[in-house]
């Protein structure tokens, strides 16, 4: 596979697609070019999924959940397989950080970060085999009869996970290993901008010996997509993305009565409480924001500040945003690298025109760096002086863009981080963890952090309102792959699990 010099890692099989336990040519000549955020150049090139392979991977994961022995393990026999897939995983560890900046323009540090959580992520799962409470005994009420009563969780069936190029990697993970851990059988829809992690986990359960057919992985643009997600014999369709496409697939699976978990947008607000110091709050921020160049669904981009600290807040921002070291995500001096595309770069181009033409005053940024003369970077930019109400405090930018919002006491801060479709992520910026826990309870949001953007994926994360439906790791995460079952015996077996 032909890639950017300097590279000296290759996929096995790049032109090929893995369906039904091997490596498949795909039913036609066309392929993907993976572009280089950098360098503006193709990095490599892969194969893509038509409507027809997309239906060959379907076929192959029924089968698979239909007559294989997959469904029919025990957990403890499958969660054997997510280990070794973990194990896999950790040793594809170097690789997987040395592609991702070179899809997504992700620096490498942080691709490397990402790519180590991959194990422990399947782990975390695999350990819900000896904890989770796959079968629960119960006595029947006056209605029920029998002498007992088993509330069996099953799986729920056949699969289509959906990722988007932001994370693809630990995206796919939060949604296979549960999955697969329940005894569903999985068709894993890359997204084609970024389908190395894809290829990648692909080799690792080849190697890990999954049966064939469980775990089917396929790159494919929106036609074939839409046709996975409309394919009658998929039970559950987990899709992270847009609102827009979120709302498409929802509608479908509805018009089916397929089950669904969404996790979309968000416009995530921090509350920067008057005892905090201002400084330490505009370094945390901008050290989130620099991650993947602000293309994170849950960044904090909506900064609510007392309106007598905004001006001092705002000068913090500045000191500590606006200084970024933007350039190659493989130097080890650089803080922020290129978002995704031309399309991507251009969008966020358009929001910082909007953001001006509104009355929103530019603090830094709101271009392209003039030390850069390719690739497809944008200035770390802060906007102050933002009206709650206009369309780059309420719109999802997915970019290296802030804005300050000035409030007049907290019940209005509370009120204003309140004020969005969205409600994805929120933080509490203050010394007191009562008042912190307080204030929590009253946002909005599927998850709020102290005095940090925080998620964490072993307890669960997922959205409300318009930011998504169910929620991903964690227990809850197991969960949405999963069909509670009520069997009703005249007495008790004399094993059951």
Same mark, same amino acid.
């Given at each position: 596979?032909?890639?950017?010099?300097?590279?000296?890692?290759?996929?096995?099989?790049?032109?090929?697609?893995?369906?039904?336990?091997?490596?498949?040519?795909?039913?036609?000549?066309?392929?993907?070019?993976?572009?280089?955020?950098?360098?503006?150049?193709?990095?490599?090139?892969?194969?893509?999924?038509?409507?027809?392979?997309?239906?060959?991977?379907?076929?192959?994961?029924?089968?698979?959940?239909?007559?294989?022995?997959?469904?029919?393990?025990?957990?403890?026999?499958?969660?054997?397989?997510?280990?070794?897939?973990?194990?896999?995983?950790?040793?594809?560890?170097?690789?997987?950080?040395?592609?991702?900046?070179?899809?997504?323009?992700?620096?490498?540090?942080?691709?490397?970060?990402?790519?180590?959580?991959?194990? *422990?992520?399947?782990?975390?799962?695999?350990?819900?085999?000896?904890?989770?409470?796959?079968?629960?005994?119960?006595?029947?009420?006056?209605?029920?009869?029998?002498?007992?009563?088993?509330?069996?969780?099953?799986?729920?069936?056949?699969?289509?996970?959906?990722? *988007?190029?932001?994370?693809?990697?630990?995206?796919?993970?939060?949604?296979?290993?549960?999955?697969?851990?329940?005894?569903?059988?999985?068709?894993?829809?890359? *997204?084609?901008?970024?389908?190395?992690?894809?290829?990648?986990?692909?080799?690792?359960?080849?190697?890990?010996?999954?049966?064939?057919?469980?775990?089917?992985?396929?790159?494919?643009?929106?036609?074939?997509?839409?046709?996975?997600?409309?394919?009658?014999?998929?039970?559950?369709?987990?899709?992270?993305?847009?609102?827009?496409?979120?709302?498409?697939?929802?509608?479908?699976?509805?018009?089916?009565?397929?089950?669904?978990?969404?996790?979309?947008?968000?416009?995530?607000?921090?509350?920067?409480?008057?005892?905090?110091?201002?400084?330490?709050?505009?370094?945390?921020?901008?050290?989130?924001?620099?991650?993947?160049?602000?293309?994170?669904?849950?960044?904090?981009?909506?900064?609510?500040?007392?309106?007598?600290?905004?001006?001092?807040?705002?000068?913090?921002?500045?000191?500590?945003?606006?200084?970024?070291?933007?350039?190659?995500?493989?130097?080890?001096?650089?803080?922020?690298?290129?978002?995704?595309?031309?399309?991507?770069?251009?969008?966020?181009?358009?929001?910082?025109?909007?953001?001006?033409?509104?009355?929103?005053?530019?603090?830094?940024?709101?271009?392209?760096?003039?030390?850069?003369?390719?690739?497809?970077?944008?200035?770390?930019?802060?906007?102050?002086?933002?009206?709650?109400?206009?369309?780059?405090?309420?719109?999802?930018?997915?970019?290296?863009?802030?804005?300050?919002?000035?409030?007049?006491?907290?019940?209005?801060?509370?009120?204003?981080?309140?004020?969005?479709?969205?409600?994805?992520?929120?933080?509490?910026?203050?010394?007191?963890?009562?008042?912190?826990?307080?204030?929590?309870?009253?946002?909005?949001?599927?998850?709020?952090?102290?005095?940090?953007?925080?998620?964490?994926?072993?307890?669960?994360?997922?959205?409300?309102?318009?930011?998504?439906?169910?929620?991903?790791?964690?227990?809850?995460?197991?969960?949405?792959?999963?069909?509670?079952?009520?069997?009703?015996?005249?007495?008790?077996?004399?094993?059951?699990?």
């Amino acid at each position: 596979m032909a890639m950017t010099p300097a590279v000296d890692i290759s996929l096995r099989h790049p032109d090929r697609l893995y369906i039904g336990g091997r490596w498949a040519k795909p039913s036609g000549d066309a392929m993907f070019d993976v572009i280089t955020p950098a360098t503006e150049e193709v990095g490599f090139r892969v194969a893509e999924a038509s409507e027809a392979d997309v239906a060959a991977a379907v076929t192959a994961a029924r089968s698979a959940f239909d007559q294989g022995p997959w469904p029919r393990m025990t957990q403890a026999e499958r969660a054997d397989c997510l280990r070794r897939i973990a194990d896999g995983l950790d040793r594809r560890t170097d690789d997987l950080a040395s592609l991702a900046p070179r899809e997504s323009g992700v620096i490498r540090a942080l691709a490397h970060q990402s790519a180590s959580m991959l194990g *422990p992520v399947f782990r975390s799962f695999a350990d819900m085999a000896d904890t989770f409470p796959f079968v629960e005994r119960h006595v029947p009420g006056p209605t029920g009869g029998g002498g007992t009563g088993l509330l069996v969780q099953e799986p729920v069936g056949v699969v289509a996970a959906i990722v *988007p190029w932001n994370g693809p990697a630990v995206i796919g993970a939060y949604k296979t290993g549960p999955a697969l851990l329940a005894g569903c059988t999985v068709v894993l829809k890359m *997204p084609p901008e970024a389908p190395s992690a894809g290829y990648v986990l692909a080799e690792v359960a080849e190697e890990a010996g999954l049966p064939a057919g469980v775990l089917n992985i396929v790159t494919a643009d929106r036609d074939a997509s839409a046709a996975l997600v409309r394919d009658p014999r998929v039970d559950k369709v987990s899709f992270t993305g847009s609102n827009a496409t979120g709302i498409g697939i929802a509608t479908v699976c509805a018009s089916r009565l397929a089950r669904v978990t969404l996790e979309l947008g968000g416009k995530s607000a921090a509350l920067i409480l008057d005892d905090y110091d201002l400084e330490k709050a505009a370094r945390t921020v901008a050290a989130s924001t620099r991650h993947l160049s602000g293309q994170v669904c849950y960044a904090t981009t909506r900064l609510i500040v007392d309106r007598h600290r905004h001006d001092a807040f705002v000068d913090a921002l500045v000191g500590a945003f606006g200084s970024t070291r933007v350039g190659d995500p493989l130097d080890p001096a650089t803080e922020m690298g290129p978002v995704i595309s031309a399309r991507q770069r251009d969008r966020i181009e358009g929001y910082l025109a909007k953001g001006r033409a509104d009355g929103a005053r530019l603090a830094t940024g709101g271009g392209r760096p003039a030390h850069l003369d390719r690739g497809f970077y944008i200035e770390p930019t802060v906007f102050a002086d933002v009206d709650n109400q206009s369309v780059i405090a309420q719109e999802e930018i997915f970019g290296p863009v802030l804005t300050v919002i000035a409030a007049d006491g907290e019940d209005e801060a509370i009120a204003k981080a309140n004020d969005t479709v969205y409600g994805l992520n929120a933080s509490v910026y203050t010394d007191d963890v009562e008042r912190a826990y307080a204030i929590a309870r009253r946002l909005r949001s599927g998850t709020v952090g102290h005095n940090g953007p925080r998620t964490d994926g072993t307890i669960g994360f997922g959205g409300v309102k318009q930011s998504g439906i169910g929620r991903e790791g964690g227990t809850e995460g197991l969960r949405a792959y999963l069909e509670p079952k009520t069997v009703l015996l005249d007495a008790a077996p004399r094993k059951f699990g």
